[in-house]
């Protein structure tokens, strides 16, 4: 690269891109071309400060200089400030490093996303990347689940399960294959951590799968990923293909000896295909029904074999608790709540995006400090944490800390860590009957609670809605949530309760009085 | 059932041949037969079924279960709106009904020119830029009406 030549970023995420980074990129590409000025545009992921998107990164000897948001007609201004030296222009944000949004953030497991060059395997080196699978290689097996027991790691798809102990079991099985499944279903409303991630730092995620891999003796990785996701998908097989190319994967993982392989599978657009046991029927190529446990995952998952599933967050973890240590990892936190958490604000918040932090800060310092209130510049009245499995909390709690034993205590989940927001203008009632009709699209119908249960729950807060018999249905409603909730075999029946009693518990105005519809 | 026309069985059988030595094949090969003919034909499914040496109605099944799988051909364009909760906090109903106005179809129709087909979808990672909508593989955020007549402007003068 000569000396004269500008480095410019212009995300290829899938969100920037949704609101016009490609025609930004193009438009920059040509503008320079006319005026005879060499630059070189990176495409990387977001950082996650989506209102600032299509944000525009251009290196300078004082940091990273940012312009946002950018659109197509902004770029011949743009040039003619000279924002490819860092000129001054409106819409120039500063060493986006200083932002206080960033610069307040404890980013682990996102510290590169938006930075790097996500399918360059040297960017990625150069970034402090595989120090972790350097590390692992060099230590035994029971050494790297140790270390994984020991950070506090538990999983970040939703369940908080111990990863460790995990795959502890997977390890100590005797079998003749064992599998990394990764689950990259993403479906809850409110999340696109693991989006981000996959479209911003893949490689981060392929090492952390390595090193499962390494750990617990499986020599076969499956990412499951769903197909609304066609940018996470782009960018994982070039990452994938990089890797390959570059032997940090295949039959000699880094000169080892030691055999790790990677593939991408697509979901098909089914919610319960994000259960791990129908994911791996899924994975499988069969119909997404759940499989009744026991036996678990990790001793008869995939194919019947000893199988890992973890969440995307909970593998892209794993390569800074083996490069720095797993006390350097457990320092954050509070409680059993070890390490960080990427929390996601999403809906009607002014600034929407990720906010990777220690577990421990309020909903409140969440909602308003970083998120701005909301977008409509209307009161909150309620946000539901943990995707549409997850309870609604209305303003009176939003001193509750983020920690999975705090929301517990208020009936709540912190699930993968998606917060929607609702203004004022919200009708919890039909809050109430939309989890119950998600539920009803969903299901995989192996319980009658579910199935059925579902569909008359849409049918009794359609009543409700309409002002009928309120008391009498309200009655029949807790009913069917205590038969959905007792009865069914997964998550999605038997949580879909919480949405709709949390909703009347706390919004108990929008289901009674309903006269007004009529 | 309409019997597959000789190009629809030969992309069958190269798309079963590019995978069958694949564990757990059978979603990539149908995800393959969708993308190349625009739907899984009826009379593909025998056809899978033999290669894989597994029913019918265990391909049948498979098909029926996975919402993005279909069984009917389909407009040129797939529009998929999202219909969660973090696109309705921002106005997806009123979105939905405008985009169901403009096009005069509702979900899982086509529109009388072929273009476009209209199908719900539950959450496209797009939640800090609600609504958000799924033309094939391009993304859209914060689709308000207006944004989207300007949007349907640009996809008629693309094609
Ligand atoms: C209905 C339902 C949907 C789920 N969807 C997801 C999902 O999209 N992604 C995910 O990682 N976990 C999801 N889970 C949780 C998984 O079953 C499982 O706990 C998780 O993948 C384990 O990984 P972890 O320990 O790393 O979190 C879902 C659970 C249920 C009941
Ligand atoms: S609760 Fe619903 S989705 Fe879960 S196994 Fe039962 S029927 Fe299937
Ligand atoms: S809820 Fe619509 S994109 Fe996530």
């Not at chain 1, 990176?42 to 946002?68: I, K």
């Not at chain 2, 593989?137 to 300007?150: A, I, N, S, Y």
């Amino acid at each position: 690269m000569s000396a004269l030549t500008y480095e410019i970023y212009v995300p290829r995420d899938a969100s920037a891109l949704s609101l016009g980074a490609e025609s930004v990129a193009r438009a920059i590409a040509a503008e320079a071309r006319t005026r005879q000025i060499e630059v070189r545009i990176v495409r990387n992921g977001s950082r996650g400060l989506f209102w600032l998107e299509p944000l525009v990164e251009v290196v300078t000897p004082a940091g990273r200089v940012a312009y946002g948001p950018v659109t197509a007609r902004d770029v011949p201004g743009l040039f003619d400030a000279g924002f490819h030296k860092g000129g001054a222009h409106p819409l120039a944000l500063g060493n986006i490093a200083e932002h206080p949004y960033l610069k307040t953030q404890q980013r682990l497991t996102f510290e590169r996303v938006g930075v790097i060059d996500p399918v360059s395997v040297s960017d990625y080196v150069a970034h402090g990347g595989y120090q972790g699978l350097r590390n692992a290689l060099a230590m035994s097996q029971a050494e790297v689940v140790q270390a994984v027991t020991d950070s506090g790691l538990r999983g970040r798809g939703g369940a908080a399960f111990p990863t460790g102990i995990k795959w502890k079991t997977v390890l100590d099985q005797n079998a003749p294959q064992k599998y990394i499944a990764c689950n990259a279903d993403e479906g809850d409303s409110g999340t696109f951590a693991d989006r981000m991630l996959m479209e911003g730092d893949p490689l981060m995620l392929v090492e952390g799968m390595t090193i499962a891999g390494l750990a617990v003796g499986a020599t076969q990785g499956y990412i499951y990923l769903r197909c609304e996701y066609p940018h996470a998908y782009r960018a994982l097989k070039e990452a994938i293909a990089a890797a390959y190319q570059a032997r940090y994967l295949g039959a000699d993982v880094m000169g080892s000896g030691r055999r790790f392989d990677l593939e991408v599978r697509l979901g098909a657009g089914a919610y319960v295909c994000g259960e791990e046991t129908s994911m791996l029927e899924s994975l499988e190529g069969k119909r997404g029904e759940v499989r009744v446990r026991p036996p678990l995952p990790a001793i008869k998952g995939l194919f019947g074999q000893p199988t890992v599933v973890n969440n995307v967050i909970t593998l892209a973890s794993v390569p800074v608790i083996v490069a720095k240590g797993a006390q350097h990892y457990r320092d954050f936190g509070m409680g059993k709540s070890r390490g960080t958490l990427p929390i996601q604000l999403a809906g009607n918040i002014k600034h929407g995006g990720l906010v990777e932090r220690a577990f421990g800060l309020t909903l409140k310092e969440l909602l308003y400090d970083y998120g701005g209130g909301s977008a409509t510049g209307r009161p909150i009245r309620a946000i539901q944490v943990g995707g549409p499995l997850g309870a609604y909390i209305p303003a009176s709690q939003f001193d509750v800390q983020v920690d999975y034993e705090a929301l517990a205590g208020i009936g709540a989940l912190l699930g993968h860590g998606g917060i929607v927001v609702f203004d004022d203008t919200v009708d919890m009632a039909r809050m109430a009957r939309y989890a119950m009709e998600f539920c009803a699209i969903e299901s995989c119908g192996k319980c009658t609670p579910c199935r059925i249960g579902s569909t008359r729950g849409v049918e009794v807060m359609d009543r409700i809605i309409q002002g009928i018999d309120t008391e009498r249905n309200l009655k029949l409603l807790e009913d069917l949530c205590e038969t959905m909730l007792q009865g069914s075999l997964c998550g999605l029946g038997g949580m879909t309760p919480y949405p709709v009693t949390s909703a009347l518990k706390h919004f108990s105005e929008d289901f009674r009085a309903r006269a007004r519809d009529h | 059932m309409q019997a597959l026309a000789q190009a629809q069985r030969e992309a069958v059988l190269r798309i079963l041949e590019a995978h069958r030595a694949r564990p757990g094949a059978l979603l990539e090969i149908l995800h393959g037969v969708q993308a190349e003919l625009g739907f899984i034909p009826a009379a593909a499914v025998p056809v899978i079924a033999q290669e894989l040496n597994i029913s019918r109605a265990e391909v049948h099944g498979v098909v029926t279960f996975y919402h993005y799988f279909r069984s009917h051909p389909a407009g040129r364009h797939t529009l998929r709106i999202c219909q969660a909760e973090a696109c309705q906090s921002m106005g997806a109903a009123a979105l939905t009904a405008h985009v169901k106005q403009r096009l005069g179809v509702d979900f899982h129709e086509t529109t009388p020119d072929g273009r476009f087909t209209l199908e719900p979808v539950y959450c496209l990672g797009n939640c800090a830029c609600s609504p958000a909508l799924l033309k094939d593989e391009e993304l859209c955020g914060r689709v308000t009406p207006e944004r989207f007549d300007e949007l349907l402007a640009e996809w008629q003068r693309d094609s």
